[in-house]
């Protein structure tokens, strides 16, 4: 599992700088990570089957200040 940090930075008002360095900052530390594996699981409670499926991503994100977004790009691939 992967945790990401970003600091906190006051806000001021009118003040887009803050958002634009906090989403390069998240880009740069998702990017910085490489290979991202994660599992979905899913649930029938009435059948009561639970079925875990595998995922990984290589990463390659690009964020966009602007619409407040981050994009991945890159294969995913169920293992």
């Keep these: 599992m992967h945790n990401i940090n970003v600091q906190s930075r006051p806000n ?32 029938n409670i009435i059948k009561r089957e639970t079925v875990e499926d595998h995922y990984m991503v290589e990463t390659h994100v690009a964020g966009d200040a602007a619409s407040c977004t981050l994009q991945v790009k890159g294969p995913l691939d169920q293992v």
Excluded: F
């Design 12 to 43: 001021i008002p009118g003040d887009t700088s803050t958002l634009h360095a906090m989403v390069k900052e998240i880009q740069d530390k998702v990017n910085a990570q490489g290979e991202i594996r994660y599992v979905v699981v899913s649930q």
